[in-house]
């Protein structure tokens, strides 16, 4: 079974910075493509950034230099590191993994993603 748990959502003023994790069980990052979704209210979801098992990342534009992934083997979590945040980066992240097998070192938004978490709030303010 799969299971991915977020947490370290919250509230945060303009330019602060808030660093979300993702619990992984029965899935590591040696499994397939991770990464990080989120949903702004009374819009869909929309891709925030990916990691394939060999370390390639794609973010996406609107978050490019301020954001940040990666992955601790020993305690099997995906983090998001949110710097300078934005208002519109207010929504509800989720945590995404999808099983890959041979070949792919690249995780699109527009693949299949299998797995998700519950989701985290975050809300940028002033």
């Known amino acids: 079974e799969v299971l991915l748990v977020e947490s370290g959502g919250g509230s945060v003023q303009p330019g602060g910075s808030l660093r979300l994790s993702c619990a992984a069980s029965?899935?590591?990052?040696?499994?397939?493509?991770m990464g990080w979704f989120r949903q702004a209210p009374g819009k869909g979801r929309e891709g925030v950034v990916t990691?394939?098992?060999?370390?390639?990342?794609t973010f996406a534009d609107s978050v490019k230099g301020r954001f940040t992934i990666s992955f601790d083997n020993n305690k099997n979590t995906l983090y998001l590191e949110m710097n300078t945040l934005k208002p519109e980066d207010t929504g509800m992240y989720f945590c995404?993994?999808?099983?890959?097998?041979?070949?792919?070192?690249?995780?699109?938004?527009?693949?299949?993603?299998?797995?998700w978490g519950q989701g985290t709030q975050v809300t940028v303010s002033s």
């Open positions: 995404v993994a999808q099983p890959m097998g041979f070949g792919g070192s690249w995780c699109p938004f527009a693949m299949q993603f299998e797995y």
């Open positions: 029965g899935f590591t990052a040696s499994s397939g493509c």
């Open positions: 990691v394939a098992k060999d370390g390639d990342t």
